[in-house]
């Protein structure tokens, strides 16, 4: 089956399937081989995959940051269907909010901490998007990474809340060979970050070494941290890529599982 790009609602209601188990894969494009686990996984467990990209704006509380972000849709739409992806739902800003985002989610406890205390109104847009794009689409699962993993348990907990019929399923974070975590933003560091990277990922997950020790080896190591501390059974953590050989800083946030 060919896969088939939709920007809008009546199109997706004019083709979704009538019959099958239907997965989703909220992304927001730039993939690699983290995303496509997902997509893979989706495909596994149901009948049909539909992918979504769209850089949502709302998430971001950092201009540069949201400019910056790269967008690569044609060679996406290439990997999903390499994948066998059926459906690419490729939403306009004013498909997903007709209310130019006077409605938004917010929660006042997980999203408060770590990422929600270094990017404020990060998650009201992340929750706020996903809520529209799980409606719209009305999938039977939707797959979200443990490589975000606050993220993931916002999600998780907004759609019990929300008596949601879509359930979550958690997948594991995909790794290059050396450790670090994949993302999107790793095409933006240059060599000599992308070697400094390795310690980072190294680092956080030595978990001989006290969030403390593991802060100051990065520190000593020109990273900017923003936290690295354990929670929900996880060491969680974020920093900023010294700016060496005149790159500029690239955030990098990744997790590990404490042992039980
Ligand atoms: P993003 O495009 O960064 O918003 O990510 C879309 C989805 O892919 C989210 O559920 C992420 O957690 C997941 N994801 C991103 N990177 C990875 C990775 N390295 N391994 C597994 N899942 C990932």
Known sequence: MA??????????????????????VPTMGALHAGHISLVERALNENKYVVATVYVNPTQFNNASDLAA????FDDDCAML????????????????????YRYRISETEISRVLEGEYRPGHFDGM????????????????????????QLLLVR?????????????ACPTVREADGL???SRNRR???????????????LANLSLSCQEARDRLER????????????????GAVHTPQVASGVEIRLIDNVALPR
């Open 127 to 150: 929750l706020t998007v996903v809520l529209k794009l799980l409606n719209v689409i009305g999938a039977d699962v939707a797959y979200f990474g443990e490589k975000d993993f606050q």
């Open 81 to 100: 269907e390499q994948a066998g992806c059926q459906f690419v739902f490729a939403p306009t800003y004013e498909t997903l909010y007709p209310d130019q």
């Open 181 to 183: 975590a994949m993302s």
């Open 189 to 203: 560091l240059n060599p000599a970050q992308r070697a400094l990277a390795t310690e980072w990922s190294r680092t």
């Open 3 to 24: 896969m088939t790009v939709f920007r809008t609602l009546a199109e997706w209601r004019m083709i979704k399937p009538a019959s099958g188990s239907l997965g989703v």
């Open 157 to 169: 907990e907004m759609l019990h809340a929300f008596q949601h019929p879509t359930r979550i399923a």
């Open 69 to 72: 972000y790269p967008q690569t």
């Open 221 to 236: 190591l020109g990273f900017r941290v923003d936290y690295i501390e354990e929670r929900w059974g996880r060491r969680l």
